[in-house]
């Protein structure tokens, strides 16, 4: 599976201070943190780049490729903005831009863009008519929307990643199988086939600091069986890393991933979350069991759901 960076974001105050303030050090060290870790791209969000963030991103890109040989995810609502970073980037074709939607205009925007250079396009499936639909089927219809417009200007769907958006679980925990259930219809859908990926950390997003890393990576782990190609995720997360690589190769490195691999397979195979056991006497195992529960709304969310 392929991994997006999410840490360099104007929501974190220290990235936006160091952008504002052209700190490269910090930039860079963030960039090479990520290429550490192993990740394919990095995101570069600069949210709608007004007023005095103008050139935010080719001196991002520029700074970035100096030390780093590195693709890159160009993430912001400031069409110049994105295209100064392509035009910037030596292989724009491996590159990405971060995103576009069912909205005529935004839509129409990002893919000739994505057309002019060649680059993998993020698109998400939402619009400002609809919000983001809450099943499957009302994805799909904007997916195809998208799908339609990539085809008029040439886009093969090897390009397109369709993110079907997932809410918090804390703030409806029946959207959790939704977003799942409409990743497996993305893969089924289209021929060729197109692909698929999740801002990962949307799941947890308002639950207690000290469990949304595991939030995470269980989601991880039940989407990746659902088909999903690739993520936006902690690039810091050294346990999310390690969870996608003993998923791809299935060898276990101890006891409790042999649980995750179990769990993976069962959402590959449509199994039942009653199919799941685990053993009770492994704090490992309990912790990803009950999240598991949480995910499949088998069991109500509550922020202490993992000490009960």
């Known amino acids: ?40 791209w990095i995101d570069l969000n600069i949210g709608p780049a007004r007023k005095n ?34 035009k910037f980037h030596p292989c724009p074709a491996d590159c990405v831009i971060n995103s576009a939607s069912g909205d005529p205009e935004r839509l129409e925007n990002m893919t000739k863009l994505a057309a002019n250079y060649g680059s993998h396009l993020i698109a998400l499936t939402l619009s400002n008519e609809t919000g983001i639909p809450k099943d499957p089927d009302g994805r799909i219809e904007i ?8 085809m008029e200007y ?17 703030v409806d925990q029946s959207q ?27 799941v947890s997003n308002g639950s207690p600091k000290e469990i949304r890393p595991l939030i995470n990576r269980i989601f991880c782990v039940m989407a990746m069986g659902c088909g999903l190609d690739s993520a ?12 996608v690589r003993i998923l791809e190769t299935q060898r276990p490195e101890k006891e409790s991933d042999k649980l995750i691999i179990n769990l993976h397979n069962l959402m590959s195979e449509f199994g039942e979350f009653e199919d799941l056991s685990y053993n009770k006497d492994n704090p490992e195992e309990v912790e990803i069991y009950k999240t598991a529960k949480i995910l499949f ?10 000490e009960c």
């Open 1 to 40: 599976m392929k991994l997006i960076g999410e840490n360099i974001h104007i929501i974190s105050k220290s990235t936006r201070s160091a952008i504002e303030n052209r700190d490269t050090d910090y930039i860079v060290n963030m960039a090479k943190k990520q290429v550490h870790s192993g990740i394919d």
């Open 297 to 306: 709304n088998k069991n109500i969310y509550a922020h202490n759901y993992a």
């Open 53 to 86: 963030w103008a050139g935010a991103m080719r001196w991002l890109t520029s700074i970035i490729l100096n030390e780093l040989d590195v693709n890159l995810s160009f993430d912001s609502t400031n069409m110049d903005e994105i295209e100064a970073g392509l």
């Open 232 to 243: 936006i995720v902690d690039a810091f997360d050294t346990e999310l890393i390690r969870t």
């Open 154 to 170: 040439g886009i093969d769907n090897s390009k397109i990643f369709l993110d079907p958006l997932v809410l918090p679980v804390n």
């Open 176 to 202: 959790v199988m939704a977003a799942l259930d409409s990743i497996r219809v993305f893969k089924e859908s289209f021929d060729p086939p197109v692909m698929t990926t999740i801002g990962l950390s949307n």
């Open 143 to 150: 997916a195809s929307v998208i799908l339609e417009k990539a």
